[in-house]
T-cell receptor, first 114, second 116 residues
Framework: AQTVTQSQPEMSVQEAETVTLSCTYD???????LFWYKQPPSRQMILVIR??????QNATENRFSVNFQKAAKSFSLKISDSQLGDAAMYFC???????????FGAGTRLTVKP | EAEVAQSPRYKITEKSQAVAFWCDPI?????LYWYRQILGQGPELLVQ????????DSQLPKDRFSAERLKGVDSTLKIQPAELGDSAMYLC??????????????FGPGTRLTVL
């Protein structure tokens, strides 16, 4: 079964600075999807960014980008120009193409300091 | 903007009581998921519906949990009887596509259950 590991329970960043959240996963599949979800306090989880494993190019969404290393099974999230509104729990997730089951990591709590 | 609706947002109950949670997915979304999120952990899938049919309930504790989606639209998750270990956030999500990996899952705000 696929597992997702987020080794940083908490991270903090100064406003306007850059922070990188780490994620590793374990799978025997060659094709799959990876996601970063954001869960603000008392609000619903929303998709931040998505990466298809067959694409070599790293996904980018405005201030959010990923570093996808397929061979290393690593999928880190970089947040540039951090804003106060970025403070939240961030979850890395893996999804197989064979089913719709989403496997989540334990999450990283990001604090943004003004 | 369309959202997944859940109610109640908070529920406090005593152990051995029955509780029920309701979810209304985004209109047109055929696939619906119930997740359980224990404090400090990521969500874990309990059950997945495709329209009104259960696709995956392998992680659902069937001795006490049940889920239904009778008309393939909204869904109810029930726990009877509730146990202390059931205290968690229960998240509902929906997606437009089932077997297409790009199908993003949209999450509701969740129901936070506390069992005393």
């Amino acid at each position: 079964a696929q597992t997702v590991t987020q080794s940083q329970p908490e991270m903090s960043v100064q406003e306007a600075e850059t922070v990188t959240l780490s994620c590793t996963y374990d799978t025997s599949e060659s094709d799959y999807y990876l996601f970063w979800y954001k869960q603000p306090p008392s609000r619903q989880m929303i998709l931040v960014i998505r990466q298809e494993a067959y694409k070599q190019q790293n996904a980018t969404e405005n201030r959010f980008s990923v570093n996808f290393q397929k061979a290393a099974k690593s999928f880190s999230l970089k947040i540039s120009d951090s804003q106060l509104g970025d403070a939240a729990m961030y979850f890395c997730a893996y999804r197989s193409l064979n089913n719709n089951d989403m496997r989540f990591g334990a999450g990283t709590r990001l604090t943004v300091k003004p | 903007e369309a959202e997944v609706a859940q109610s109640p947002r908070y529920k406090i109950t005593e152990k051995s009581q029955a509780v029920a949670f309701w979810c209304d997915p985004i209109s047109g979304h055929a696939t619906l998921y119930w997740y359980r999120q224990i404090l400090g952990q990521g969500p874990e899938l309990l059950v997945q519906f495709q329209d009104e049919s259960v696709v995956d309930d392998s992680q659902l504790p069937k001795d006490r949990f049940s889920a239904e989606r009778l008309k393939g639209v909204d869904s109810t998750l029930k726990i009877q009887p509730a146990e202390l270990g059931d205290s968690a956030m229960y998240l509902c999500a929906s997606s437009l596509l089932r077997d297409r990996g790009r199908g993003e899952q949209f999450f509701g705000p969740g129901t936070r259950l506390t069992v005393l």
